[in-house]
């Protein structure tokens, strides 16, 4: 007898949480009623055939009175499975919205990564060729060039390296942060010498003011400095050009060409770099599809966390 009473009160405690669950997650309207009063007579002839294929010594009251009780958990099965299919139906629109966002996010991702990869090849075919223009002293020149002037970079050209490659390198974030110097380094490239003698004079009045945004005004002027030398660097006084120019073309005939430097290390043109404003706009893209995303996840949690009316 003791099975017995904990199978009864098992039973009696699934039936309260099932009837609890109905009550109080949903609010029904005179449709909804209507349907579950409609699976009643349904579940009341489900269980007298379980009770006869499970019981089928039993006849009169005593089946009566198996099926009956069989009928309850088998009603509140098909409520359930009927309210929940009800509510996935109304909650339907908010799913499709959601899977929408989510692949629009996926490609926008997607095409953000590829261009962040093609900024990088870029950048990476950029700076082979100045790898190679610092490596070529070590090669033997012809006597003509050893007489030509050198231009090494100032210990403050070092410094300002080091503060740019510092800061690609901190918090964990170093690829956005080099996307970010990129970015500016497209940007300082189109502006002309005086353009450039403007922006390093805003910098250095902006920078005590920076506040919180003290590091990238140091390094964006930092970049800025870098700019203008190597701006001066190659606008040379016209007559040390003149005179290079016929040695050059002498060399150029002496010792094999090497690689554009535009070309990459297989001897390929290399990718052009993406627009500054394309990378932008991607993003921009990308932050706007999760904020809508967030939205729309927001009212379904919102429509999930109310009861539910079943209209």
């Known amino acids: 007898m003791g099975w017995l009473l904990v199978a009864v009160v098992v039973f009696l405690w699934f039936l309260t949480l099932g009837a609890l669950y109905l009550q109080g997650r949903y609010r029904y309207s005179r449709r909804s009623r209507a349907v579950l009063i409609a ?162 004079r805003r910098l250095e009045a902006l920078l005590p003011e920076a506040g919180d945004r003290r590091e990238q005004v140091e390094v964006r002027l930092a970049l800025v400095r870098l700019a203008l030398a190597e701006r001066r660097r190659a606008e040379a006084p016209a007559e040390t050009q003149r005179a290079e120019a016929p040695a050059e073309r002498r060399r150029s005939t002496e010792a094999p060409a090497g690689p554009p430097l535009a070309a990459g290390p297989d001897g390929r043109r290399a990718p052009e770099p993406p627009a500054p404003e394309t990378l932008r706009s991607k993003r921009a893209e990308l932050e706007r599809l999760r904020a809508e995303l967030a939205e729309w996840r927001r009212r379904r949690e919102e429509f999930l966390s109310r009861r539910i009316p079943l209209e």
């Open 39 to 200: 699976e009643a007579p349904v579940a009341l002839g489900v269980s007298y055939g379980l009770s006869r294929w499970l019981f089928p010594g039993w006849e009169g009251a005593v089946r009566t009175l198996v099926a009956v009780a069989l009928s309850l958990p088998v009603y509140l099965g098909m409520a359930i499975f009927t309210v929940e299919a009800w509510r996935r139906r109304l909650q339907r629109h908010l799913d499709l919205a959601i899977l929408r966002l989510e692949a629009e996010e996926s490609r926008c991702e997607e095409a953000l990564q590829a261009l962040e990869a093609q900024a990088r090849a870029a950048l990476r075919a950029r700076a082979a060729p100045e790898a190679g223009a610092e490596e070529a002293p070590s090669r033997p020149l012809p006597a003509a060039s050893a007489r030509e002037p050198s231009l090494p970079r100032r210990p403050d050209e070092h410094r300002w390296l080091e503060t740019v490659e510092e800061w690609e390198r901190k918090g964990g974030q170093a690829r956005v942060r080099s996307l970010r110097v990129l970015e500016w380094r497209e940007e300082l490239a189109g502006m002309s010498l005086a353009r450039l003698g403007e922006e390093e």
